[in-house]
């Protein structure tokens, strides 16, 4: 069974050629890691599943049956997608709190004017951010929050989302990158519990000692296409792989 | 001689409560949509020549809302309301649209300014460039005295309707989680749009909101000096120069900035001809571009 996949996928601006012809499916209770060069078109991939990047052509099938030409962001949560972003993205203007609330609350607009967050909804952001261990903050904007703690306040979104029942697949644009060890080490539990919950769990990350660790399978992206997809210590071996890896 | 300082206050009061007002729509629609929304002053001329249509032009209407003041409150309603309808049709047919194709700044802006032209062009087709005013003859003009200037009750409602409202969206913005959603988008419409805001929806309220309150501002202009259909571009400018220098986005910032600029511009001509009003106001603009562009209040 597959939650995700695409079909010959292709994302090209103008002259660069970011994505070209990828077909790959993501499958539930897994983790696949996504690797390549830098300029290998791994945020681009993520982009276009998203709805950040038109696609140029091919499909996105979501859910099984529904085939997608194109993605637009709002339908992200209706298909049960999230992401985290590269270049953290938060409500920068908003409390840390505020950032998870209006998450975790939003239903319907017309409600939304009457309404404020419920203790259910205020106990399921405090339960994800005590879980990325920066409640504390909680009442800090986003703005001024160090840049570890950024990295940990979108992946306490994604938990959000989780727990709202509208993230069943989830990529990870190097959630990893400039963490200290032990935040590390949380990164990774929190990816072993979403696997373990079921999702479809898609790490986009350089250090291979993470990808090893953690992967059930992974995919290698080299100048926009698929140079190798499998098992995480078979790819890692090949002698392509590592020459893309070394030849950057 | 008495002094002209009262009467100096009471005018600056008055132009900051008008600019207020349309400040306050621009404020609350740039902030959920970051676009230089030009109709913004039209929609408040279309309030203004609703009521003067109700009231005013067509005899049979108006016979019915000129009986009592509770007519003359309901033909407001009425301008308000269709002033936050063309608000909203603008909205759903032309900026969202644009939004969907992911339009640059620029498209938006030559978008609006097309819509402001063809909606003013029409206001002067349909009650020509002529001059109106909305209220009764100046014999049966209500004036107070506050400490030694002399304000008309026109002029007091202004004042009144610029305190309640800014209150009131203040305290609604920051406590509502719609206030929150509006918020979030105005931070990052796209992560407000993958965590399940209904960014859409929410955007058509505060265009409905927004064009409300600038509907408002120009009925009430009618009321205080008059209506021509020109009369949307100055009111724009005078109410986007009040948000930059008040700070951009903050429905605070946008009240205190009119009121800066009302006084600026009323004390500024204290001593000098009256022509020079605008020039003043641009030249405070300059001023806080260069010297303090993130405005008074920042968001
Ligand atoms: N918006 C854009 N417009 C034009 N070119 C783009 C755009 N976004 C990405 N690219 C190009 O597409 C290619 C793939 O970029 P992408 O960011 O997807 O790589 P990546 O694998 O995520 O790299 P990294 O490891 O550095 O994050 C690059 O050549 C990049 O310059
Ligand atoms: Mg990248």
């Known amino acids: ?248 | 001689m008495e002094s002209i300082v009262p009467q100096l206050m009471a005018n600056s009061i008055i132009a900051g409560g008008i600019y207020a007002l349309v400040a306050l729509g621009f404020n609350l629609i740039y902030g959920a949509t970051k676009f230089f929304n030009l109709t913004h002053g039209v929609i408040a001329a279309i309030g203004g020549y609703t009521v003067f249509y109700i009231t005013k032009k067509n005899d049979s209407l108006a016979s019915f809302f000129n009986q009592s003041i509770g007519g003359t409150v309901f033909a407001v309603l009425i301008g308000v309301l269709c002033a936050a309808l063309v608000g909203y049709l603008l909205d759903k047919f032309l900026y969202k649209k644009l939004r969907d194709r992911k339009a640059s700044p620029m498209v938006f802006l030559v978008a609006s300014l097309g819509a402001f032209t063809c909606l003013q062009a029409f206001l002067a087709i349909l009650f020509t460039s002529q001059f109106q005013t909305l209220g009764g003859g100046a014999g049966d003009i209500v004036t107070y005295t506050i400490f030694g200037g002399i304000i008309t009750e026109v002029q007091a409602i202004v004042i009144v309707s610029v305190v309640v409202i800014m209150l009131v969206l203040g305290i609604f913005l920051k406590k509502s989680l719609f206030g929150k959603s509006v918020e979030a988008i105005s931070d990052d419409e796209h992560v407000a749009k993958i965590v399940g805001i209904h960014t859409e929806k929410i955007i058509s309220i505060v265009f409905v909101i927004g064009s409300a309150i600038a509907g408002l501002a120009g009925i009430l202009v009618g009321y205080d000096t008059g209506l021509e259909p020109t009369m949307g571009m100055g009111l724009l400018l005078k109410g986007v120069i009040a948000s930059i220098i008040g700070g951009i986005g903050n429905v605070y910032g946008g009240v205190l900035g009119a009121f800066l600029l009302g006084f600026v511009e009323n004390f500024g001509i204290w001593k000098i001809s009256g022509e020079w009003k605008d020039a003043i106001a641009f030249g405070l603009l300059i001023v806080f571009l260069i010297v303090r562009p993130q405005g008074i209040l920042k968001r």
Not at chain 1, 45 to 70: C, D, Q, R, W
Not at chain 1, 122 to 141: P, S
Not at chain 1, 219 to 226: A, R
């Open chain 1, 1 to 248: 069974m597959h939650t995700l996949q695409t079909k010959h996928l292709t994302k090209h601006f103008d002259t660069v050629k970011a994505i070209t012809d990828l077909s790959i499916s993501f499958e539930p209770g897994k983790i696949t890691g996504v690797i390549g060069p830098n300029g290998s078109g791994k945020s681009t991939f993520i982009n276009t599943l998203t709805g950040l990047t038109p696609i140029t052509s091919g499909s996105i099938g979501v859910a099984e049956k529904v085939e997608l030409t194109s993605i637009v962001s709002n339908d992200m949560p209706v298909y049960g997608i999230t992401r985290t972003f590269q270049e953290v993205r938060l409500f920068e203007q908003m409390s840390v709190l505020d950032n998870i609330l209006v998450v975790t609350t939003c239903r319907g607009w017309f409600k939304s004017i009457f309404e404020k967050h419920s203790a259910y909804h205020l106990a399921i952001a405090e339960k994800v951010l005590k879980r990325v261990g920066i409640w504390q903050f909680h009442n800090k904007l986003a703005v001024n929050l160090s840049y570890g703690q950024r990295k940990l306040l979108e992946i306490a979104r994604v938990l959000a989302m989780s727990e709202i029942g509208k993230a069943q697949v989830i990529f990870f644009d190097e959630p990893y990158a400039g963490l200290f060890p032990e935040m590390v080490k949380l990164v990774s539990e929190i990816m072993k519990e979403l696997r373990s919950e079921g999702k479809t769990v898609i790490l986009v990350e350089h250090n291979m000692d993470l990808i090893r660790e953690l992967s059930d399978k992974v995919i290698v992206l080299d100048s926009g296409t698929l140079l190798a997809e499998g098992n995480a210590n078979h790819v890692l071996s090949r002698k392509d792989v590592v020459e893309a890896y070394l030849g950057e």
